[in-house]
């Protein structure tokens, strides 16, 4: 029975007949994670944050892959025996599971039923625990800011538009430490990058999700939101384009790794339509559904109690990786 590769729609992919090892998979680990030549803040999380959570057990040449934070779990993994480690089934057509396949746990409960997996191997994103080392700064200080998907921000001037609608623009490729300053110091996050919602919410900053273009990716946002209770409503922002040379090559090039990336085009209408750039009319309407969508009352948040059981999920979960109980209280550090 072939693997089928996941909606965009947010059904759930057909299950796999096979059942992986679990737990396996002893340390040291080489760390597997996304790595776009132009940077993206949650990809990017990865060395920062496991560094801290697995230290001393994650080396450059470990022959066990630990794969990591983002919508990885396809036909692009490594060879070799591997590691599953929060990681998420959402771009091209889940992996073989086979011998070589060790999860610990994964992102959420459509990517368990993907690959065949009990639920209860299904917790969260390990980015929640980023809150471990970095404390919540509010009170809002930072207002609204404006956090594009790393794809969605090479097809137009969203920090023109963003400011015109009076919120701060914050460029998904700043490094992962500035975005997740500007997003915990933030009184409402737009967003739609997965990861701006995800760290939104484990800083308690209310979000907004919205969506530009159809290379945004609806599976990997519900199987997210199913693992902390919460169904992401996509509010629509005009697809705008900016065709000026600077801003065509690398929008090109950016999406031409994404296709190879997930096996298949995404049908992006930014590259394959030939689309004219926009009008004065659309960019105004983006400055004014901004604006519309600058209210705290827009705002979403899973609820206290789900986040403290994740939570606690993901600090046994590494608990555990480590074979040191005493990760728990250094888990509460900020480092």
Known sequence: MPHVTPSRTGESPARSPTRPNVRGAPAPWSLHYHKDAYGNFGDD??????ARLLPDLITTHATTALVGIG???????????????????????????????????????????????????AITDPAYLATRFLPARGPGAGGTILLPHHMSSFNADWKHV?????????????????????????????????????????FRVPWVRVAEYGHLNEFKWKDWGDSVGVAPTSHALPSLHDRSADR?????????????????????????????QSSAADVNEAVSRLRQLDDLSQGMLSSDSILRERVEQLVDAFAQLSHRRSMRPRLGLVS
């Open 248 to 276: 065509l090559l690398p929008t090109l090039l950016r999406h031409g790794r994404q296709w190879r990336r997930c096996g298949r085009p995404f049908r992006d209408v930014s590259v394959t339509s030939g689309a004219m």
């Open 71 to 121: 919508t990885i779990l396809n036909s692009t993994l490594p060879s070799g025996p591997k590691l599953i480690v929060g990681s998420g089934v959402g771009y091209g057509a889940p992996p073989a599971m086979d011998a070589s396949m060790h999860v610990h746990f994964v992102r959420g409960p459509g990517t368990a039923a993907a690959l065949g997996l009990p639920p209860s191997l």
């Open 162 to 202: 963003a400011q015109r609608a009076g919120l701060r623009y914050v460029d998904p490729a700043a490094g992962p430490l500035r975005v997740i300053d500007e997003i915990r110091n933030a009184r409402l996050v737009i967003t739609s990058a997965m990861h701006g919602a995800i760290l939104a919410d484990a």
């Open 45 to 50: 999380l990865n060395p920062w944050l496991f």
